[in-house]
């Protein structure tokens, strides 16, 4: 299988996502055989409030990236929501343009347990990907919070997406807002408002430096740019980032070089500050954490008695003789003790 | 400070719900001692899409509660997002009229840790609440996704507030629909296509009996009715609730008496029925397990040497010397032989 992942073989490929994506036996001795080859992806998160156009602006990406040669993947995660599941369903209708591409491989990935299982599912998911030699990887968040968060940290360079509707929420991004993303991307960017939010977000990012709608901070070099270019820009400039505030028209195909350019003079900025090899290092011992938790949470349900001791309490718990705090104290006495309860 | 509390002294409540919020020391032995004198209150779960008007119908139905001499609590759940921040604060501000009540208690719980923390809290706090004598709590969740499951699997009762414009979503609830919510509710029903919406929520609950749009299920008495009455309705109806689907004009105050009535009736159906008991002994198991999960994680990171052990081996992850999968797997022996890493 591994031979045929790295072939992008199709079939392999599929069986691999499909291995990792449920825990099926095996899942960690795989990717624990991917580990050591990981990190010549791109990974980009996408996220935004519904109908910003987040899957309109991933599809012109694609077929960016695809014109320049890259292999392109896109993950879509869905946390289950009765409410975006219909707006979700008309995206990957979208989608078909590109999901002909042999060149572009599309999955999503929904909810099944908690977010944070989810999370981690996803980055496991990246990296089968990133194994089968797909050079771009856009994961595409649908929904609000968490998941959010959750793909910031997993992403080399985040976007967030928003539209001039979203000027509300701004005001609450706060001094958290370059924790949330790398770029932001107003989208819609003919609406009404659009400039305005645009100010807003750079005031909040304290960068604001002029009040013509289409200006560029000029280091950031928003055209396309050899890579030598680009690294030398990026060293040349502060260890820090400064978050570019863009302006697309995703439905028309408008300002999509520009997020290209942006987002790899980001990459570069991530390898010529160092910033690259911290955050994997922080994700690597985030993504040790993850595994531990999960496996650990599985062995004391599937494999001690805890589950049945609890059941043998219900009674006593129900008629409020025991608490659950209690009868959860024992079971964890014994688990400390290396006990099975 | 149990007797301060069951006395319903602010002072008490306050400090006994950030212990058990914040997780500081004895919150799980306060937890304890309240468990037997649980179980009083009516919780009810209050959820829905962004803009459905979750807060206007809180706050209406707070009034209608007071009126009728119930001490109500009010909770708040908030899953951190930069999106909806901006019409929480709106929300808080508008709650302002039932907050100088001295019957109501209201309270906001943001997102620190996972989701799955969240809920785990929330059911604490909740647990508080109940044993300070609020005989009324209610939960409102903002946002989509695994909050409104979290939510309906907390609340004796949980309702979805839909508004017309939520109509293309619905059809993805599909047969799903009733695991999601015990009462249905289209607010803004003066607005155009709420009648359809509430003829499709029936016809995908499958219990769609007429045309007429304030048609209401007959033997569900949405008008205010004795205990007695209720009951004995309930008792007479099959062992299956039937999801009963209401209109309202929540910032006009219409239709606040059916949902009151409504949630009367399936607090009666699910004392009558037996559900109550089967999904009280059902939150016990499931809180138990919670609080195993937590204990087991805290435990690890904070008192074994798992940390460091991941740590210790940062450059060799880095190097592709040692996998993730293999540093978790050496941690988790050494977890289930007792032995501390």
Redesign the interface.
Known sequence: MLDGLRARQPAALARAISVVENGRPGF??L???L????GRAHRIGITG?PGAGKSTLTERLVAAYRSQGHQVAVVAVD?????????L?GDRIRMESIALDPGVFIRSMA?RG???GLATSTREVCDVLDAAGFDRILVETV???????AVSRMADSSL?LLVPE?G??????KS??ME?ADLFVVNKADRPGADKLRQEIEITLGIRRGNAFRHVPAHHGFKARTTAESEALAAESDAEWKHPVLATIAAKGEGIGEVIAALDAHRDWLAASGTM?ER??RR??E???E???R???R???DETG??QA??DR?DD??A??V???????G??DG?????RP
């Open positions: 960690e001795a990717l624990s055989a580990h050591p080859g990981l409030p946390p289950t929501s009765p409410f975006s599941g219909g707006a369903l909810t908690s977010l944070g929904g609000v919070g968490q998941s959010e968060l967030l979203s509300d929420g701004i005001q609450t991004l958290g807002v949330v090899r994997r290092r690597l011992e993504r040790t954490r595994v531990v938790d496996a650990l949470v062995w004391v349900w805890a589950g609890i059941r219900l718990l129900e409020g003789r608490s659950p705090y209690e009868v959860a104290g079971i964890l688990l400390k003790q290396g006990a």
